[in-house]
């Protein structure tokens, strides 16, 4: 492995067997056995990856967001952690951690997440459920539940066996 485009802090805690292309920025973050994190992706602290997951190039994960095992993450995925984002406080100063909370957002085991979507804070995505690529998730989606669209809109179930 070519550690010399890797920016991975000494915070990060990485599972076995994990795979770091180059160009990534983690830092306070926990990645599981036998993941994999591609190019240009950004991990921040207090973020889980779990196990056997695929995180595709241009995703951001930021704080806040647990990604539970065996789930896609799909090129230029965006997690979001503020609902009501600002630049400064009440007192017109650049905000700091201080002035806002952490939204969290739940990716559940299985799930698959397509290039481009945009999930937005407090929402959880069910087990084994897909969220089609370009889609805004909004809201909750079912395990097992197939959404797309903006805002993303529930299309059908997976048959299971």
Not at 4 to 14: P, R
Not at 107 to 136: C, M, Q, Y
């Amino acid at each position: 492995m070519d550690l010399k485009f890797l920016c991975v802090a000494a915070d990060v805690t990485l599972g076995e067997n994990v795979s770091l292309a180059s160009f990534i920025n983690l830092y306070g973050c926990r990645i599981g056995d036998n993941s994999k994190i591609g190019a240009f992706v950004e991990i921040q602290k207090n973020a889980t990856v779990g196990r056997n997951c695929k995180v595709s190039s241009h995703a951001f994960i930021c704080e806040g967001v647990t990604i539970e095992d065996d789930v896609f993450v799909g090129h230029g995925v965006v997690f979001i952690n503020d609902t009501y984002p600002r630049a400064t406080n009440s007192a017109g100063a650049l905000q700091t951690e201080a002035d806002w909370k952490i939204e969290p957002t739940l990716v559940k085991k299985g799930a698959s997440i397509g290039s481009g979507a945009v999930l937005l804070a407090n929402v959880t995505i069910g087990e084994d459920a897909i969220v089609g690529a370009g889609a805004i998730v909004t809201a909750d989606v079912p395990p097992g539940g197939v959404v797309a669209g903006n805002p993303a809109r529930l299309v059908r179930f997976i048959e299971r066996d």
